[in-house]
């Protein structure tokens, strides 16, 4: 957003509209109603051309929903009760119905699988300039640490914590839009905030705005050692040279003492409930092992130096035109840390690794703050590249006393790291992470051109290659922000609709004429917009449905609940999200969410659109690799449907004025 914006001191204050933002209100249940049933319509029309069925029945499938949701919410009907008991709960919240009793715990914490690829995002940065381009495409021998690793880790940590400073201060400008100003309380939630693993749900471990704390905690080989990066009296960054000395001397700290014995780290990458049960053991064993969790819960982040460049075994570009570093092995060790699990702490809500060629990366706990707020702290921290006349301060300082972390262990404990690495393989082993820079045109191809909403026009590219790859549509999930309102996080769009399956019907039939295809192209963009409109300012549906079934008690349920179209219609196969341009980024990325689905993730540059696509080696149906050759099809075929779309509307007009 803004933060890159020099500041002045008659700019708003950071946190300046906190107080004005409006509560995230309760649709009301008839609106909620409606717009379900009429998501439903593609689903009905898709089943309807399979088994060869009219509008007549399409008509009476919908109808018999009318006929539910009218019970649902009649007069004492059980959506009324429901209703009010979900404006009970906004009565008793102080900022948000949704994130103050539901979102975090729901959604997140009481999910209990591991957090690599499932939970959690990542974000590949892009080179950083500064360091000598045959340094960047080199492969350090394995083992050491580099100059180039160390400079570009300080400059990434120096600015950082910058950043963190500047909220503190709030000199920040407010995020906004031309809807209103946004709610900053997520950037609040970035640093020093870790999850803390518990059955039967997860917590959050975190101090009160601003964090107090005034370290990082650097791994090394699995070591682990406290950095300060704050200084104490004035609460400024500590300057570069001091942060690259101390940084140097935790690298030859841990290159004397050789790699740890046994990676703690990994354990945090199990699945929540073993994580819960060996750090219980491990908190019990010493008081040693408390202070040093405690110090990594409470620090500010993680940043992992890796004494690798990691490869992949056969190098793919990523460009259907052009060479691209090798950026399987960067979502790899983003994502997994190169399939380990190891010199990770997994549960903090920002996490950075550099490579020994410099390569950097950053992954983060999904549940405390949404990707897109640690994005911009990220794109902020890309902004300024390192040094490179900059003396090397290797050997400018020693680890000083206490800043070694120590751990107890015992054999329970290295036979839960032994499960946790496991786990963690497995996982890598099973996800199909991949990039596609599409560069045959961009954002500004799109509207330029093409006359249509670059967002929109990306989610219709995604339902072309769905479509393509599996010749059925799908339930899609994008996010919608909510930060309209006092600590709003998302709601739902849902991009499968009425007019983006007709759309679809007419690119994948060849007698339909490119004016009709263009035609439907913007029926279904504008019908995408409208639907983000309502998502982003309240009046989304499956945030509000959420809230209603979790208010159900023991016994209540209702016809429209067990509809077996209720469940299917958000089964988010599709699993789709769009974050900046992303010029400073090299990708994006999560995991799918169905085992038979599709993670996505998606940077709209003017020049260059980066989708991040992810799914399971272990399902038969779905292939990463040929969805996004079907997505660069898709891609071209669309332009050819506004080229020749436009050019035929064109020809029509110029005889109509004759």
Known sequence: MFALTPYRQSQPRTFAAQKQLPRLPIQQLGASLDKYIKSLRPFFLEQAAKEGRDDKWVEGQLEQRREWARDFEKEGGLGRVLQERLKDVDRITPC?????????????????????VN???????????????DVRAGVPPKGEFTEWQIKRAAKLTQRL????????????????????????????????????????????VHSPHPHPSTNIIVMALDHFYTLPVVDAVSGDVLPIENIEAGLWAIADDALARGAAQDSIGALSADDRDSWTRAREHLLALSPVNRASATAIE?????????????????????????????????????STAGGSGKNRWWDKAVGVHVESNGRASMVGEHSPCDALIPSIVCDYALAEN???????????????????????????????????????????????????????????????????????????????????????????????????????????????????WRWVQAMRDEKVDAKTRYEL?????????????????????????????????????????????????????????????????????????????????YLAGDQVIKFGIESKVSCPETSTAVFRQNLVEAMREMRKACEDGLAAASVEEAKAKL
């Open 96 to 116: 948000n119905w949704l994130d103050d009793h539901f979102w975090i715990k729901v959604a997140y914490h009481s999910w209990r699988v591991p957090l690599p």
């Open 119 to 133: 939970s959690n995002w990542w974000l590949m940065c892009r080179d950083d300039e500064g360091i000598p381009a």
């Open 298 to 334: 409470d620090s500010l982040f993680v940043l992992s130096l890796d004494a690798y460049t990691l490869q992949s075994a056969e190098y793919v570009s990523s460009s259907p035109s052009r060479e691209t570093p090798d950026l399987d092995a960067h979502i790899r060790n983003a």
């Open 161 to 204: 914590i910058d950043f963190k400073v500047r909220i503190d201060r709030e000199e920040i400008l407010p995020d906004s839009s031309r809807a209103g100003p946004f709610d900053m309380h997520q950037y609040t939630r970035v640093f020093g905030v870790t999850r803390l693993p518990q059955i039967p749900t997860d917590t959050l």
């Open 521 to 601: 192209l913007s029926n279904a963009t504008k019908a995408h917009n409208l639907y983000t409109k309502e998502a982003s300012t309240g009046r989304g549906i499956d945030r509000h449905f959420l809230g209603l079934r979790l208010l159900l008690r023991q016994g209540e349920t209702h016809p429209l609940f067990e509809d077996p179209l209720f469940t299917k219609s958000q089964e988010w196969v599709l699993s789709t999200s769009g974050l900046s341009a992303g010029d400073r980024f090299f990708g994006t990325g999560f995991g799918a969410v169905f085992p038979n689905g599709y993670g996505v993730n």
């Open 386 to 500: 390192v040094d490179a006349a900059s003396v090397s301060r290797r050997g400018a300082s020693k680890v000083p006393e206490g800043s070694r972390l120590e751990w107890v262990v015992d054999d329970k404990t290295r036979e839960a790291i032994g499960k946790a690495v496991k786990t963690v393989e497995e996982i890598a082993a099973d996800s199909d992470g991949k990039m596609l820079w599409y560069d045959e045109y961009g954002a500004g191809w799109i509207k330029k051109v093409g006359k249509q909403s670059p967002d929109a026009y990306l989610q219709m590219a995604l339902q072309l290659a769905y479509h393509k790859t599996h010749n059925e549509p799908t339930a899609t999930y994008e996010t919608a922000s909510t930060r309209l309102f006092l600590h709003g996080r998302t709601d739902v769009i849902r991009t499968f609709s009425e007019d983006s």
